[in-house]
């Protein structure tokens, strides 16, 4: 069965601090697909990044860096020099093929950070 | 294009009332889903749909029905409603067609109260 666990219910930073949000994921799947989305204050869910299971690379995008390692079930997103705008609830997700390849996506239950000036 | 557009955007409801979560989407995107998000909670999927015709239950699919009669829209229907149900809803759809791991288009939310 799917799972996702962001075991950091909150976490509160001091602007142009780095942090990483944690993720572990458990699947039976060899294919399957990690996502990290964005809700920030507003509500509205913002899709940040996604990464397949044959792809290990890790990636940077600008301030944000991703870091999926198949081995230890985990893909960790980190934000360097944090600004007050990346305050937000950050959510991983996992979608799998399913038996009816649904590719139903799986929450984890979120990390709230709190970025503070 | 407006995307997945869901309405209301607030509602009430008295315990035992019934109402219908309207959601649709403009993209001819074949997959669909609700999800509900309660209070510091993630999100948990009540129901999916892979296309017109064809819907199936998520993880949290009790006290709700949906139905999928065309491509583009997807309502969520409350036929009892309880306190437990007070959560923000999120429509979502994918493109299955352009890529297994499309992300999800949401739709900006219905949030509904049961008192």
């Known amino acids: 069965a799917q799972k996702v666990t962001q075991a950091q219910t909150e976490i509160s930073v001091v602007e142009k601090e780095d942090v990483t949000l944690d993720c572990v994921y458990e699947t039976r799947d060899t294919t399957y697909y990690l996502f990290w989305y964005k809700q920030p204050p507003s509500g509205e869910l913002v899709f940040l990044i996604r990464?397949?299971?044959?792809?290990?690379q890790n990636e940077i995008s600008g301030r944000y860096s991703w870091n999926f390692q198949k081995s230890t079930s985990s893909f960790n997103f980190t934000i360097t020099a944090s600004q007050v705008v990346d305050s937000a609830v950050y959510f991983c997700a996992l979608s799998e093929a399913g038996m009816d390849s649904s590719y139903k996506l799986i929450f984890g239950s979120g990390t709230r950070l709190l970025v503070r000036p | 294009n407006a995307g997945v557009t869901q309405t209301p955007k607030f509602r009430i409801l008295k315990i035992g009332q019934s109402m219908t979560l309207q959601c649709t989407q403009d993209?001819?995107?074949?997959?669909m889903y609700w999800y509900r998000q309660d209070p510091g909670m993630g999100l948990k999927l009540i129901y999916y749909s892979v296309g017109a015709g064809i819907t199936d239950k998520g993880e949290v699919p009790n006290g709700y029905n949906v139905s999928r009669s065309t491509t583009e829209d997807f309502p969520l229907r409350l036929e009892l409603a309880a306190p437990s149900q007070t959560s923000v809803y999120f429509c979502?759809?994918?493109?299955?067609?352009?890529?297994?791991?499309?992300?999800?288009?949401f739709g900006n939310g219905t949030r509904l109260t049961v008192t």
């Open positions: 990464r397949n299971s044959f792809d290990e």
């Open positions: 979502a759809s994918k493109d299955r067609t352009v890529s297994y791991n499309s992300p999800l288009h």
């Open positions: 993209m001819n995107h074949n997959y």
